[in-house]
């Protein structure tokens, strides 16, 4: 069955220390792999996409069919980047599959 | 360009009743998904709808239903409220054309309350 694993429900950094959110996918065919990203106050939106391998906000990912992994990360976190992301699979491109979320939350 | 919109933003209902939610896409987006979102299972994808037709649906029991009209606005109704369904239900739009069916564009969604 399809699924998207975010294992960390919440994750606390320090202004300027790196981050790393994790997400694990289960999928049979090729995966198309997302993050979004929902600030407070503000509706859940896209942050990035694996196909087009871009970085936004200082975020990149990049899709290990070994291991089965989409990883967000950014080397230096900055206090505005504290909100809740969440992973997500297109699954035969007609629904997206989200994993359960991690709140990070960056202190200065 | 308008964002996704969804009414009612509040409701409270009673077990037993049933309810009507409704979105209206982006114009020009002709797919319409919707999720239920709630602190323990997250983001459960619920439909999606193309063009009037369902594409796609979750693990989610009969008396969830949904429907899209010509002009791409989408109504989700359920039926016999259960305690369990009180969450935050969710609408996105998307043009629903590869490559772009994965970008998805979120209302601010619709708070349903049972009591």
């Known amino acids: 069955a399809q699924r998207v694993t975010q294992p960390e429900k919440l994750l606390s950094v320090f202004k300027g220390a790196p981050v790393e959110l994790k997400c694990n996918y289960s999928?049979?065919?090729?995966?198309?792999l997302f993050w979004y990203v929902q600030y407070s106050r503000q509706r859940l939106q896209l942050l990035l996409r694996?196909?087009s391998r871009e970085s936004i906000k200082g975020f990149t990912a990049d899709l290990n069919k070994g291991e089965t992994s989409f990883h967000l990360k950014k080397p230096f976190a900055q206090e505005e980047d504290s909100a809740m992301y969440y992973c997500?699979?297109?699954?035969?491109?007609?629904?997206?599959?989200f994993g359960k979320g991690t709140t990070l939350s960056v202190s200065s | 360009k308008a964002g996704v919109t969804q009414t009612p933003r509040y409701l409270i209902k009673t077990r037993g009743q049933q309810v009507t939610l409704s979105c209206s896409p982006i114009?020009?987006?002709?797919?319409v998904s919707w999720y239920q979102q709630t602190p323990g299972q997250g983001l459960q994808f619920l439909f999606e709808?193309?063009?009037?037709?369902?594409?796609n649906k979750g693990n989610f029991p009969g008396r969830f239903s949904g429907r899209q009209f010509s002009n791409s606005r989408s109504e989700m109704n359920v039926s016999t409220l259960e305690l369990g369904d009180s969450a935050l239900y969710l609408c996105?739009?998307?043009?629903?054309?590869?490559?772009?069916?994965?970008?998805?564009?979120f209302g601010e969604g619709s708070r349903l309350t049972v009591l």
């Open positions: 694996h196909i």
């Open positions: 997500a699979l297109n699954q035969a491109g007609t629904a997206l599959i």
């Open positions: 709808y193309f063009s009037e037709t369902q594409r």
């Open positions: 996105a739009s998307s043009s629903g054309l590869a490559p772009n069916t994965g970008e998805l564009f």
């Open positions: 114009s020009g987006h002709r797919s």
């Open positions: 999928y049979s065919g090729s995966p198309e």
